[in-house]
């Protein structure tokens, strides 16, 4: 599986962004999804995930109520809503893919490249 993520930028503190993961290959639907975040100088760290059949969602709690996981599985396209963005949501977000994946990084098989989030004060 093949991930490329897009749909980053730059936003002012309380604006929105969506972000969207294409993934390749016919094998979509059988995996797990996640976001995870990358700030400068931390670690990567767990943000959403969904379920292959999109009826299971498990968010970090810095993000729950802001933010929110989905897919279309017919697009092999997961997404994720980011609503009341704070500064400290600035980050490089990598999609990945995983079977029988949860919130660790070591459940993920295939990560995508990342796309830069930026929220201004």
């Known amino acids: 599986v093949q991930l490329q993520a897009s749909g980053g930028g730059l936003v002012q503190a309380g604006g929105s962004l969506r972000l969207s993961c294409a993934a390749s290959?016919?094998?979509?639907?059988?995996?797990?999804m996640g976001w995870f975040r990358q700030a400068p100088g931390k670690e990567r760290e767990f943000v959403a995930t969904?379920?292959?059949?999109?009826?299971?969602?498990y968010y970090a709690d810095s993000v729950k109520g802001r933010f929110t996981i989905s897919r279309d599985n017919a697009k092999n396209t997961v997404y994720l809503q980011m609503d009341s963005l704070k500064p400290e949501d600035t980050a490089v977000y990598f999609c990945?893919?995983?079977?029988?994946?949860?919130?660790?990084?070591?459940?993920?098989?295939?990560w995508g490249q990342g796309t830069q989030v930026t929220v201004s004060s």
């Open positions: 990945a893919a995983g079977t029988s994946a949860y919130t660790r990084k070591a459940d993920y098989d295939y």
């Open positions: 969904i379920n292959w059949s999109g009826g299971s969602t």
């Open positions: 290959g016919r094998t979509f639907s059988t995996y797990d």
